[in-house]
């Protein structure tokens, strides 16, 4: 069964440095999801990636965050500057449908000290 | 009001029982529902979309009451596996996909 992988597992950084999280999601997938979840927390909606763009982005969403598809396999998160409050399990998705079912994977654990 | 409300529970139930979740969402315009288990610490997994005409998939049954702006998920015959935090997913609309979670309901099922 075709799933999304998502590397590192589990990201430990310091405050303030940069960290890309990299997925790969499901390959005849056209559109991409970041979303995270803080322990104990909802699931947040951070960003919706079509045809090499962002489609929709939400208020957490901000300066400090970025998305790439740098080639035809991967899709990466970029946080520039590191906060405290970034401390959370981040997840991609990916969807064949742009309202259609999304399938996510494992999650990368960020800890941000 | 918040866009996607869930009685985060938990449901504590035997084996066997029959138990009922609602989610109501406040923007008219919302255009899909999705319902999604998460055990604990894993990603959500899709468990159904749910459909305007209500659709069953097994023991499970999602409804979608646009009227009253809600969807609810019916499980009959627990399992114990079916222990999870179950998470409603409204699309809000307005002419753009935003999909947003809610907090979930824990649902434990015991023998």
């Known amino acids: 069964e075709p799933e999304v992988t998502q590397t590192p597992s589990h990201q430990v950084t310091q405050m303030g440095q940069e960290v890309i999280l990299r997925c790969v999601p499901i390959?005849?997938?056209?559109?991409f999801y970041w979303y995270r979840q803080i322990l104990g927390q909802k699931v947040e909606f951070l960003v919706s990636?079509?045809?090499?763009?962002?489609?929709?982005k939400s208020e957490i969403f901000d300066d400090q965050f970025s998305v790439e598809r740098p080639d035809g396999s991967n899709f990466t998160l970029k946080i520039r500057s590191t906060k405290l409050e970034d401390s959370a399990m981040y997840f991609c998705?990916?969807?064949?449908?742009?309202?259609?079912?999304?399938?996510f994977g494992p999650g990368t654990r960020l800890t941000v000290l | 009001r918040k866009e996607v409300e869930q009685d985060p529970g938990p449901f504590n139930v035997p084996e066997g029982a029959t138990v009922a979740f609602n989610c109501t969402y406040s923007?008219?315009?919302?255009?899909?529902f999705f319902w999604y288990r998460q055990d604990c610490r894993k990603e959500p997994k899709l468990l159904m979309s749910?459909?305007?005409s209500g659709n069953e998939d097994g023991r499970f049954t999602a409804q979608l009451n646009r009227a009253s702006q809600y969807i609810s998920l019916l499980i009959r015959d627990s399992k114990l596996s079916d222990s999870a935090t179950y998470l409603c997913?409204?699309?809000?609309?307005?002419?753009?996909?935003?999909?947003?979670f809610g907090r979930g309901t824990s649902l434990i099922v015991h023998p």
């Open positions: 990636f079509y045809n090499n763009e962002i489609s929709e």
């Open positions: 749910v459909y305007s």
């Open positions: 390959s005849n997938h056209l559109y």
């Open positions: 923007n008219s315009a919302s255009q899909s």
């Open positions: 997913v409204v699309n809000i609309g307005g002419g753009s996909y935003i999909p947003t």
């Open positions: 998705a990916s969807s064949d449908q742009l309202a259609g079912v999304k399938f």
